[in-house]
């Protein structure tokens, strides 16, 4: 699918040495323009951290009634602040997929104890993890899609994806 993974804010709690965002220079991205969108399959919200400092189910909302090409939109977070998200009445609707990274063992035990019975979470059709402490079991949340990733110094995106700042 072609993607466009859209920075919906820079604000986040955690200073990654290898956040992909650090390779680079957000304030200098190129917004999203409307070509970019009715290009996309997928849009893909990220940041910092979306669901701390914006609300990714009112943009997913517009942005699925805006652009109708869109098949699917996924959110980027973290662990943590997914759960404190939806603990404090946030809702996920509008949302096709979680792509949760787990980045330490805070991450591990949050996602453990209360993402994997989330059952909002559950529901959705694409949920991903992407295991940074190899200790996320595959075969024992088989719901999720565990892909174990190594930190990258550099970052590459694939050839179908765009890389943009939103409005």
Known sequence: MNTLHLVVTTLCDRNCVYC???KYDIANLDYATDE????ADMLCLTGGEPFEYTNPSNL???YREKYPNLKAILVYTNAQELWDYIRCGGQLYNIDGINISIKDDADLDCFERHLTKDEEILE???NRVYDFTCKV???KYKTFNVITRKWQKDFIPAEN???KRGN
């Not at 970019?36 to 290009?39: A, V």
Request: charged fraction near 25%.
């Open 36 to 39: 970019d969108f009715k290009w």
């Open 20 to 22: 992909c965002n650090n």
């Open 137 to 139: 079991d595959p075969i």
């Open 60 to 62: 997913a909302r517009y």
């Open 161 to 163: 994806c765009r890389f």
């Open 124 to 126: 959705l059709s694409m």
